[in-house]
């Protein structure tokens, strides 16, 4: 029975449990509905999906239907794991990353140590520590924003709960080699690392080929970047087998049909057409390298990107009102108050003509004052 003396049971609504006040949720970028907007906010992929992912859609949305969908997603598992060289046994599939990423804390990370994470990264999993109760230790990032491997390793070594970190990391976008993975890897062979891949399509480096030499080892992915389906939720993790079975344990304690029978089908269409995600991955590329020079022309500071975004400051500017009239001007992008990296925009790369239109309303942002 809830304590009704608690002063966090004094703040909440009379029906919540008491815990649900001081809970700190994720805020996602907006989705706003503005007349012409050029939305450079959220990280979607400026492209659509493969024209096969959306016929087997249609497919699938003509035929079965009025049946449960698969539960354990094997059409989907089996399409990662031939796409990566793995057995269908190391592949989880979920609705979406994040949802992954929250079974994965759920599964292996409420230990007695706390969970090791980079002060600045993806902001979920301090929401996801905070709701199950994990103890988390964030770490700082070095003067130029990288992970500090270092010191995260040394850390580790004195005893964690695991290590969680996005690669490369976001909202800097900088990636790190596998052989600083494998470091965090052998730093606590006996909790789970777990990395977070969501982006490293756009020029980072996979851990998943570590998968074999690492019991250890969790690598999280996501359909909704490069291959274009964030309004489906497709995610998936890859590791051992033994990782998995925990995935599934917590997955079948919580929703036995995460995926349904549309979201299986675009993504193993989608997974199946590489021609289509090379040329919408290398667009985007090409399109980043770009704006990256035309942002350097402005006068801006850009960090380096293996992401389908830059994160960007103008020495002179504050980051907050640029972001603010860009708006104004029907251009959104992401402005984040985290003290270390208030002065930066993350600007999702969009196509050639919206970064144009970006630039085009930055010079006349900057030229005004």
Known sequence: MADLTDPAAKRAPSFWSPRIADLEPYVPGEQPRIRDLVKLNTNENPY????????????AAENGLELYPDPTSLALREAVARRHGLAVEQVFAGNGSDEVLAHAFFAFFQQREPLLMPDISYSFYRVYAQLYGIACEQLPVDEDLRIDVD??????????????????????????????????????????????????DFGAESALSLIPHHANLLVVQTLSKSRSLAGLRVGFACGQAHLNDALVRVKDSFNSYPLDRLASAGAVAALEDEDWFRKTRDDVVDTREGLVLQLEDLGFEVLPSQTNFVFARHPSRDAAELAAALRERSVLVRHFRQPRIAQYLRISIGTRAQCSVLVERLREILLAQ
């Open 48 to 59: 659509p999906p493969s024209p096969r992912a959306i016929q087997a859609i249609r497919e």
């Open 151 to 200: 010191a995260m390793a040394d850390r580790a070594r004195e005893g964690c709960a695991g290590v969680v970190v996005a690669n490369p990391n976001a909202p800097t976008g900088i990636g790190l080699p596998l052989a600083r993975i494998e470091e965090l890897l052998r730093a606590c062979p006996e909790r789970v690392v777990l990395v977070d891949e969501a982006y490293v």
